[in-house]
């Protein structure tokens, strides 16, 4: 319990840095954390999304187009646990499709 209380801190701290780089490091966290444990995800989803939606909106173009790239991948991981934060992501994401950047509009 405690290594996944410092593994969630961990990635709230890297979701919320003010470097672009460790905030793409907090993203492929998370996606490691999806395919390695998706149950600690799961069960923490809200905390981690209120962490996560703020990069969906990132004000650097690499990291918003990282962040939409990997949500691609976690949704068919995660499933039915993105039920509790689907409202949070979908305003996120429809912010990005007026992206005059043509790959975050794509992504």
Do not use: W
Not at 72 to 81: G, T
């Amino acid at each position: 319990a405690r290594d996944e209380t410092e593994t969630l801190q961990n990635l709230y701290n890297l979701l919320e840095a003010k470097g672009f780089e460790a905030r793409l490091e907090g993203v492929a966290l998370l996606l490691e954390l999806c395919k390695n444990s998706p149950k600690l995800i799961a069960t923490n989803i809200a905390q981690i999304f209120d962490y996560f939606v703020l990069r969906v909106a990132d004000s650097h173009k690499k990291a918003k187009q990282m962040v939409l790239d990997v949500l691609a991948e976690i949704i068919p991981i995660l499933k039915d646990a993105l039920n509790l934060v689907i409202v949070l992501l979908v305003e996120g994401i429809t912010k990005n499709l007026s992206s005059k950047d043509p790959r975050v509009h794509a992504a």
